[in-house]
């Protein structure tokens, strides 16, 4: 078994490993970075398998910095020429009359109208002229009654929300990250745990000792042992397995979400309805959330099609770390749970049958607002709790100002934010109430 | 397989299960109350494996009104003539000088004051006369400075605090639940998962979907499904094997907890030790903290010895749910971690071994601060992240308050604080610092 030596170890090439050691090897340009994924390539496992769908509309000041930032980022770097199929098609959520007065949504409403995300409101009568497909009310209709539909009184529409395609996002962060590195990225190699040794080390059986200081010193994997004086965790879902054993609380769970692709090509009124106007510049529905059962869809142009998702909530068990069976989609779920909501509020879906389909895992926190923070030498970006792409540019900012020891970290656009803001010890956040 | 009805069902007889069934069976004298437990009786798992020492000398005003009402309680029911072997032996802290000047520190203090916490400042002198078996300074010691240990310069001494046995409070709450109750209690009984159904039920293959309304209807047990409109769920640290599979993250891990007991019969040293004066009514050395690597020990003044026992941080794994193997107590441990410092403070104890060990499980929160809370038909009482026995009364009066709806409960002595204080949703505390 070899055993090699870097500076830092970044563990998890998700959207949120690689755009770590992205600007840590940039502010750092000397150190040696490790990167290292157990799948064969960069962003394989939930990153791509996520609904790639970005929004700057969260009811936590957090989270609203947090994305904003970054999708104001992932515009600019598709300004510079680096596609990232980055579409502002927007995002709408639909509400009954019962959910807009709720005051967790007047409370949202309030907050980003006070952090300047920009928002609009559109009635029920607005509605139902700009989305001729939408069926807002459902009076004496009972297989909506059983089904608990409410009907839709309002549109809560951001502009600045779109979709991309994450796989590009990834790639644009590994390519500018391989250019400044020296250290060849190792894939293929699956972290079995994190290394924590006493200091000094006394060569006694049982160390560490509870009297020792102690702190992480590097990894061991199935291709051998690798030290560093850091290492970053990146690993999301499946953060407990590392972080447990050692004695770091992670403090996140994993959870199935599955995505389902629905074409409109030979469904003239689906095709339609797909190419709403009104919302955007590329002329289609935004990314949709429907008022009941968490259910959404979102556009995907390139393939003329929706995927449709849902945040479901009581009944989707939760998990320790992400497992194999959390991978597999259920086309069950689809036909029982989604489909009948779906074709109740959008008759165009009716008869539609997914195409394609697959299923990854959220990494939740208690807050649902991201963790990173650094502990017994070790670098903890994870608990984006669904919207790691959206957060990743800020929250790997945030991390590299955690390595290089800044009090504070510069996100895109210069604003400046506290770098333990998002630690356990210092945490400083409102706890997120829109969590899809 | 047997199907049974009631109106609630208690999972779990540790002391939080049986104190919640008997203020609810109390507050509604009519209900069907049924306690369940997997063990052959009441208080015998982690409620009898912990330190069973109580104090109000928390840093969050949360824990402050929750154990202070609780140990007040304690004492109430003593003086009524149930003897809890409840001694207010107090609660030491040594600390060193960085330590007590710590911020922490400074906050915890300032905020007993505001409480009306009481406590006392012992400088070095004073402990050195009124403790003289214990070495306050290392210097020149090679061992101590190996082993990082820190001089001592303050004493935190809380006079309210103390120990009582745990199996004896169990049981006053257990034989008054009985009194009160219609429903013989069922031990020897393993709850296998919750029941969550849809409401109302389709019978339909795959129920329930994600549009259907559900909750908590029973529990399934080894010796059959029981039924109730609501359930308590007091498992400590199993809790997550029966939340998050119906998709309620109940946020909680376990830890190992280990304690050691030592004699002093044969050592005239420690006795003396274990005799010292000035502190509290009984003439014995306080539950006392170490400075160095989360080391305590308690006085056990029935037995005349010490409980030994360790907080220790990084390098103890969390896990998912306790494991068999944290009921297990490892000589290594005690010889390895606890006994060298152990010694090195307090010289008596050298040679001394073990006469008997024993282990269980702590359930921890994310900020340290307990849950009660009611989702989907589901109280939840739980992560008292290792003080549970000294919050039990307050939890149990919250739980029951919430059971019968009320928006206030009230604490022994009149105190009314909010019943969903402890929810996740509307939950509003400070994080605890003073962890042991």
């Known amino acids: 078994m070899s055993e090699e030596t870097f500076d830092v170890i970044v563990v998890g090439a998700g959207v949120l490993g690689v755009a770590t050691a992205f600007y840590m090897q940039k502010n750092n340009p000397d150190k040696k970075i490790l990167l290292v994924d157990r799948t064969l390539a960069a962003g394989q496992a939930n990153t791509a398998m996520s609904a790639a769908a970005v929004r700057n509309m969260f009811a936590s000041s957090t989270n609203q910095i947090l994305t904003d930032t970054s999708i104001k980022y992932f515009e600019h770097v598709q300004d510079e020429g680096h596609d990232l199929l980055f579409e502002k098609t927007g995002y709408l959520w639909l509400l009954s009359k019962k959910q807009f007065e709720h005051e967790s949504v007047q409370v949202w409403m309030q907050r980003m109208e006070k952090s300047g995300i920009s928002y609009k409101i559109y009635n029920k009568k607005e509605l139902k002229e700009m989305i001729p497909g939408l069926d807002v009310d459902f009076v004496d209709d009972e297989a909506a009654e059983l089904m608990n539909l409410h ?79 850091t290492v970053v965790l990146a690993t999301g879902a499946w953060s407990n397995e590392l972080l447990d054993p050692v004695g770091i609380d992670s403090m996140t769970k994993a959870k199935k979400r599955q995505m389902f692709v629905l074409h409109a090509e030979e469904n003239s009124k689906l095709a339609e309805f797909l190419e709403t106007k009104g919302f955007n510049e590329m002329g289609c529905i935004p990314f949709t959330i429907l008022p009941s059962a968490g259910i959404y869809f979102r556009p995907q142009l390139q393939e003329r099609g929706f995927w449709i998702g849902c945040g479901d909530k009581i009944g989707r068990k939760y998990e320790y770390i992400q497992t194999d069976e959390m991978m597999v989609p259920e086309s069950a779920y689809y036909e029982n749970s989604l489909y009948p909501v779906l074709s109740k509020y959008v008759p165009a879906f009716e008869g539609s049958r997914p195409v394609n389909s697959w299923a990854g895992g959220y990494c939740y926190s208690p807050d649902k607002i991201p963790f990173v923070y650094e502990q017994y030498g070790v670098i903890v970006v994870n608990g984006a709790s669904g919207s790691g792409i959206m957060k990743a540019d800020a929250m790997a900012r945030i991390a590299d100002a955690l390595y290089r020891e800044e009090a504070e970290a510069e996100l895109f656009g210069g604003k400046k934010v506290p770098s333990k803001m998002l630690s356990i010890k210092e945490r400083d956040v409102e706890v997120e109430s829109v969590v899809i």
Chains 1, 2 share one sequence.
Not at 152 to 157: A, K, P, R, V
């Open 151 to 229: 009907e839709i009184s309002y549109g809560l529409f951001g502009k600045d929300c779109g979709v991309l395609d994450p796989t590009r996002l990834v790639e644009y962060y590994f390519d500018a990250f391989k250019e400044l590195t020296h250290v060849k990225p190792k894939f293929g190699v699956n972290v079995e745990k994190l290394l924590l040794e006493a200091d000094p080390l006394l060569d006694l059986p049982g160390e560490p000792f509870v009297w020792q200081k102690k702190h992480i010193t590097g990894v061991v994997t199935d291709k051998g042992t690798f030290r560093a004086e």
